[in-house]
């Protein structure tokens, strides 16, 4: 089984920055992407942004040059560094690990990020 925790959620005014964290433990498939989705009232779940193993990267056109995203394949975890935070980024975020073989995906609790003035 594989187990992924996020932290690093909260409340932050618009034009600030947030970073959250998704460790992934217990049998963790090697080479396979690693990402975070999101999801705001009403809407249905939107791709962020994906890590694949060799550190390739794509991001959602509304987050391209604002989010950052990073792997440390040492610790199984990934990272989102999110700049420029505007109100429309107000949502719960998902952690993602997809196995491509298996076509199966590990999802994490959700941490919610909320920008607001």
């Known amino acids: 089984q594989v187990q992924l925790v996020e932290s690093g959620g909260g409340l932050v005014q618009p034009g600030g920055s947030l970073r959250l964290s998704c460790a992934a433990s217990g049998s963790i498939p090697s080479g396979n992407p690693m990402g975070w989705y999101r999801q705001a009232p009403g809407k249905q779940r939107e791709l962020v942004a994906r890590i694949f193993s060799g550190g390739s990267t794509n991001y959602a056109d509304f987050v391209k040059g604002r989010f950052t995203l990073s792997r440390d394949n040492a610790k199984n975890t990934v990272y989102l560094q999110m700049n420029s935070l505007k109100p429309e980024d107000t949502a719960v975020y998902y952690c993602?690990?997809?196995?491509?073989?298996?076509?199966?995906?590990?999802w994490g609790q959700g941490t919610q990020v909320t920008v607001s003035s």
């Open positions: 993602n690990l997809r196995v491509i073989f298996s076509a199966t995906d590990y």
